[in-house]
């Protein structure tokens, strides 16, 4: 088990090396520039600007300087918010994410599981019908559309939950992220239990099982068991669609997380900000991943062995 994760570990350097690389490039590639706005600076201003942070330089040496500064942990001053470095309003946004995709991720399995597991044994039913026909409208249905229907049906019309604000992490503030994020995982965790199940069920050990006249929910047990070995490795996926979602949802609801700061930064070409957050998400789902592996190895022998 050590050497696999030494390898995952060994594996994920030069992952994040390159994720660093392309991001960096790309983002000074791109149009516009960080001091660029609607009333143009005065050019002496703008050369003294770009020469404090270093953006006069060749665009080797910037990124050598950047990753030097990244290799002891610093993500550099914010470009923006200029009383700021990039940590400081890290430490502040991440834990602000992490919360919300924390709750959804495990308001998702908990629930997703659950669902699929039951649509699976009665495929034919009214509930497996229904629970098919939510998990279809929660996979087409995108975030960007389902939270101002939210806003309007719970805080507008029934004036049962805040419609944005964080309120220092007050739970009616959290309701409507945490379900806006929680609901595409739960419907693809749904639909993945469920599809999974039916070719656990369908396996030639699961009919020797029945001929044997084991009882049913010995067998289900068992076919639930190889049904989650696909859902725990959709988890490193899941994870990187909620960072991804939450820059979506954070904006909507106006919450201070990492999404909001990304989507001001972008727009603005606050690189420091940009490469910080792609550099801690790609970190993230490394780690996702790496656990997912290890949890795969814990259920199923064979990965063990192999």
Known sequence: MMSVILRRLMAAIPTLFVIAALSFF?????PGGPFDTERPLDPAIAANLRRIYKLD???WQQFLLYMSSLLQGDFGPS???RDFS???LFARALPVSLRLGGAALVIAFCLGVPIGYRAALAPRGFPARLAGLIILGALIVPPFVVAPLLQLLFGLDLHLLPIGGWEDGAFSHQILPVTVLCLPLLAAIANLTRASMRDALAEPHMRTLRAFGL??????THALRAALLPVIAYLGLATANVLTGSMVVETIFGLPGM???FVDAALGRDYPIVMGTVIIVALMVIGFNLIADLLLAWLDPRIRRE
């Open 259 to 261: 999404g909001r700061y």
């Open 215 to 220: 009882p049913a929910r010995v067998i289900e």
């Open 79 to 81: 470009l923006h918010w």
């Open 26 to 30: 790309l983002m000074r590639l791109a």
């Open 57 to 59: 330089l060749p665009l």
């Open 86 to 88: 990039v940590n400081e």
